[in-house]
């Protein structure tokens, strides 16, 4: 397959990240996806070992969400407007300003691969949506035009579900914020599973977030692609594992599903066991599911109790 796999710090206890980074940073993996508010605010100070060893080692970071220490220090500094204080979340220029510098200085990295705004569908300020998005973007446009940043993205889980955006709602805003189409809004990230199976669904009839990306040279990262390992037990009692790659365990085959729609160049995966680790690996490293068994796939699934 050429989809990728990445470390998603999501799900990874603190005790264990460090040694999930290195173990990333190893493999042919290269990519970690984190966020300032994982792992109770720690994540970015948890891989940054990793991140000094490995130097060509790509992270993904997010803005939007805050901890109460963030929340006060956003405070303080005077980013940090009445509804993010409330909400913890905010996408006001000010502030994804501000944490970009404080994601930058906690990572060690002067410029980092990819920002994404992290869930902008949550209620955070008075002002309409695509309003915020154009604000937060322009932010991000003068950081990759001053060399401190290749790209950005949009992290989301509903966002394109509840319509609340869509592909060419990002491309246009990115391209009035940036002021010409040669925009750095590159990548999309969202989850897609045989649970949150709507895009999955969408791709396989060339339509949907993940089609209308690809056509654009976007990439797209795949979360939750074992929907927190409550997908493994539904693939279990159906015994759609040998339906969709024989031979594989239930695992290998749902994360071969999420890898083998068309359009997605990264699966995260958010694990601190080795031998899960591994498995993921070998999942990519083989072809891919063929269209044709994904739509049947998906079929049987429907049925499923």
Known sequence: MTTTLALGTYRIAAEHLPAAAERAANSP????????????????????????????????????????DSARAATADGVLGDTGTTTRHSLAAPFVRWQSERNREELGRDHLDIIFLHNPEQPSAQEPLHQQL?????????????????????????????????????????????????HHLTTIQLPVSLIEDTALSQALHRRGPITHAADRGWKVHASAPLHGGTLTRLAGKSDLAKMIRPGATIAEACLAVTASCPGITAVLTSTANAEHWNTALAALDKPAIPTDTLRMVLDVLATVD
């Open 29 to 68: 993996a290269q990519m970690i996806d984190t966020a300032p508010n994982y792992c109770g605010g720690r994540a970015h100070q948890l891989i940054a070992p990793a991140l000094r060893t490995h130097p060509t080692l790509r992270v993904a970071t997010k803005v939007g969400f805050l901890t109460t």
């Open 134 to 182: 154009r604000a937060a973007f322009t932010v991000l446009e003068e950081q990759a035009a001053d060399g401190r940043l290749s790209s950005y993205g949009v992290a989301t889980w509903q966002g394109f579900a509840d319509g609340r955006f869509t592909v060419a709602d990002l491309d246009r805003i990115g391209t009035e914020a940036a002021g010409t189409r040669d």
